[in-house]
């Protein structure tokens, strides 16, 4: 049976002093969208990286089972992952660096739009598609009549 990796998550203040782990995103904050994400990477161990014992301080239930604090960089192999960056749902790939805290709501906004372009990729695409042949067949509609409604 294989494990899954280590993962370390840096929590440290990334700008201004601002903790970027606590900046709310998405109906909690930014740390739980990270923790979701080395959770579906199958962490075995997941390490919260911080300097002042905000995070910790904030959050005090994560420290159970795989999820530890610390407040230096541990030896060995880890998937790094920073606050100071979005990652797409799912997967390491940075979608959004943050540079300030005010960029928070930018991030937000660029990942709705991400995370909505997929489900029109893979529904209303192919649906409008369907629609499109169907009018095309059974009405006297053309492709400018239907650009023009949409």
Excluded at 19 to 44: C, N, W
Excluded at 77 to 82: A, E, M, P, Q
């Amino acid at each position: 049976m294989s494990r899954g990796p280590k993962v370390l998550i840096d929590s440290r203040p990334a700008f201004e002093g601002t903790i970027a782990a606590l900046l709310p995103f998405s109906g909690g904050v930014l740390l739980d969208r990270h923790l979701r994400l080395a959770q579906r990477l199958g962490a075995q161990e997941i390490l919260i990286l911080e300097d002042s014992g905000a995070v910790s301080r904030a959050m005090p239930q994560l420290a159970t089972g795989v999820i530890r604090f610390c407040s230096q960089e541990p030896p060995g192999t880890f998937v790094r992952l920073s606050t100071r960056n979005i990652y797409r749902e799912g997967s390491p790939q940075v979608v959004w660096t943050l540079r300030s805290a005010g960029d928070i709501k930018n991030a937000q906004g660029e990942v709705e739009r991400s995370e909505f372009f997929t489900i029109s990729k893979h529904t209303l695409r192919p649906l409008g598609r369907l629609f499109a042949a169907w009018a095309f067949k059974h009405t006297p509609l053309t492709g400018n009549h239907l650009t023009w409604a949409r």
